[in-house]
């Protein structure tokens, strides 16, 4: 998942940089680029996909993002409705609640924030423990030596699993106390 922003030049009215960061941005507002004044917006998040040129050769994630911006291409895909900055994220929460923000953005925000954070915010309720492992395992990935949450991730699964397991075998004894097949 990237935070992407966007840097809209007033004078020229077009999208001059793409930004791009794995956790939301400080601030925002507008900036100066080459003397000119330019506003950044938040265009949301993005999952991670292959990244290319518009002619298909690989390139970085802000390059893929400005070519296809510049030239209208529909082809930026999977971008998800979200603030870009941890204001916004908290405005956005403050207003809609957890379902304000895209439960693949919550979970990516829960996996590279720290966690007092991520509990004060409340970012966390409702989001499948299998979403967690899988933005773990990119973040992982991605940063080798930031430490894993997989195993605790997998422990809470394992618990669940378990409970889930005890009932069914407590609703099935239950059944057959009474009688029923």
């Not at 070519?67 to 908290?90: F, N, Y």
């Not at 004060?120 to 492992?133: E, N, S, T, W």
């Not at 933005?135 to 997989?150: Q, T, V």
């Amino acid at each position: 998942m990237r935070f992407v922003r966007v840097v809209v030049s007033q004078t020229q009215n077009r999208v001059v940089a793409v930004l791009e960061q794995d956790t939301p941005f400080n601030g925002g507002g507008y900036v100066t680029i080459a003397g000119e004044e330019c506003e950044t917006q938040d265009l949301g998040v993005v999952e991670d996909q292959s990244w290319t040129r518009l002619d298909g050769t690989p390139c970085g994630v802000t390059r893929h993002l400005l070519e296809r911006l510049e030239s209208g291409s529909p082809d930026v895909r999977r971008i998800h409705d979200a603030p870009c900055t941890m204001d916004g994220i908290k405005a956005r929460l403050r207003e809609r609640g957890p379902a304000g923000i895209p439960i693949k953005v919550r979970a990516w925000l829960a996996t590279v924030l720290p966690a007092d954070q991520v509990a004060a915010m409340g970012l966390a309720r409702g989001i499948p423990v299998a979403a967690l492992k899988s933005c773990d395992a990119i973040r992982a990935a991605r940063d080798p030596d930031g430490g894993s949450r997989r195993l605790y991730f997998e422990r809470i699964t394992h618990r669940q699993s378990e409970r889930r397991a005890a009932k069914s075998l407590a609703r099935r004894r239950a059944a057959a106390a009474k009688g029923k097949p």
